[in-house]
């Protein structure tokens, strides 16, 4: 809190080489050796995410992705609207894909630079958490439209290439709200957080049901919960 330097609305914390870094409301803090925070840059505006990115700190602000290395910040991608969440793609770890305010976009690292793909045709909606599987299957939790899935060919080169359907999931898939969805890994399966607690996929019946083991957790109605870990 303000007590310890750090302003504005927390919204990130992640630990990068020995250095956490919490993202707030009114920009970027790092934790310095007398335990304080203390404002790192000039990154003003929401930062909402943070992933570790071979030597870099890759964060997620409302300007653009930026990237920190040998502490130097760098805009990797710029935007319009809001960077939400970042994650590091499975099958290609040179890929990023990044939820926005209202889409997906994604960006791949190459010769030591940053190569913006484009957006993701066909995906809209205010992104909240992305998980890829093995087998190409892109999962998007979102904070008003359900959960959304797209199957990404293996030569995928990013933004159009190829059409992409887009499958929609929501309350006619035993979602109980399309409001407030995130996607989870959990024992090597897809596990969704809700307003009315966890939900595992059926592939077979293409549905959503609750998870009986984790329900048991909870005495009454079924909490909502928000990003696991």
Do not use: C
């Not at 935007?79 to 290609?92: E, G, H, I, T």
């Amino acid at each position: 809190n303000n007590a310890s330097g750090l302003q504005g609305n927390v919204l990130a914390l992640h630990h990068h080489q020995g250095s956490l870094y919490a993202g707030t409301s009114l920009g970027l803090f790092r934790k310095n050796e007398q335990n304080r925070f203390e404002i790192f840059s000039k990154l003003s505006k929401q930062t909402w995410d943070f992933i570790s990115f071979e030597q870099q700190l890759l964060i997620a602000n409302s300007n653009g992705v930026y990237a920190l290395n040998q502490q130097q910040l760098n805009l990797a991608r710029a935007s319009n609207q809001a960077s939400k969440v970042l994650y590091q793609s499975r099958l290609n770890p040179q890929r990023v894909f990044i939820g926005l305010q209202d889409g997906l976009a994604s960006m791949r690292f190459e010769q030591g630079n940053w190569v913006d793909e484009g957006l993701v045709p066909g995906v809209s909606g205010n992104l909240n958490s992305i998980l890829e599987t093995e087998d190409g299957e892109l999962w998007l939790g979102t904070l008003a439209d359900g959960v959304l899935k797209i199957n990404l060919p293996q030569d995928w080169q990013g933004g159009n290439a190829v059409p992409l359907p887009v499958k929609k999931f929501g309350k006619n898939n035993g979602i109980k709200s399309k409001n407030r969805n995130s996607v989870h890994w959990y024992n090597n399966e897809l596990l969704i957080a809700t307003v009315a607690g966890f939900y595992r996929f059926d592939n077979t019946a293409q549905k959503f049901s609750l998870d009986n083991q984790l329900a048991a957790a909870f005495r009454g109605s079924q909490p909502w919960v928000r990003y696991p870990q």
